[in-house]
């Protein structure tokens, strides 16, 4: 991931309400790493925070889940709601509103992993496929031939 989206993803984890325990996760791997102690970590201004997490060289894979989907919850709904859209599944502004039973046919996926690679960035759309494909291999793994990267 690039350095400005590193820095959008750890801005939009930071800024979230609801992911207090990833944070203090996040806070304890920041004092490790740079010898501090949790408390001060917890003190520090949120670009601060921002800052070490997003220049922070490797964490754990859950850890670096949650900022990845905090992006694109933060950044990336269009697309999100265009891809969901395109394959038809229910959503609330790019957010599924209920599981599909089972994944979505292979050709429908490659069909709308086409359209969303005509209206957005090649590189956004990639970051996206990977992160679906992370989350829930079942469910995407037909998007794994729809990587350029």
């Not at 490797?58 to 905090?70: F, G, N």
């Not at 394959?87 to 599909?100: K, N, R, S, V, Y």
Request: no cysteine; aromatic share 8%; proline share 7%.
């Amino acid at each position: 991931m690039e350095p400005g989206k590193r820095t959008q993803a750890a801005e939009a984890f930071w800024a979230e309400t609801d992911g207090v325990e990833q944070q203090l996760e996040a806070m304890a791997l920041i004092a490790q790493r740079h010898n501090f102690r949790v408390k001060f970590v917890q003190t520090l201004p949120r670009p601060k925070k921002v800052r070490y997490l997003a220049t922070m060289a490797a964490m754990p894979e859950a850890l670096a889940s949650r900022l990845l989907v905090s992006y694109h919850l933060a950044r990336q709904r269009p697309m999100l709601a265009a891809f969901l859209d395109a394959l038809g599944i229910a959503h609330e502004d790019g957010l599924i509103t209920t599981d599909p039973e089972t994944p979505p046919a292979a050709d429908r996926v490659q069909a709308a992993a086409a359209t969303l690679r005509e209206s957005f960035p090649a590189g956004d759309v990639d970051l996206y496929f990977a992160t679906l494909l992370s989350q829930d291999p079942d469910t995407w793994a037909a998007l794994a031939a729809n990587l350029t990267a």
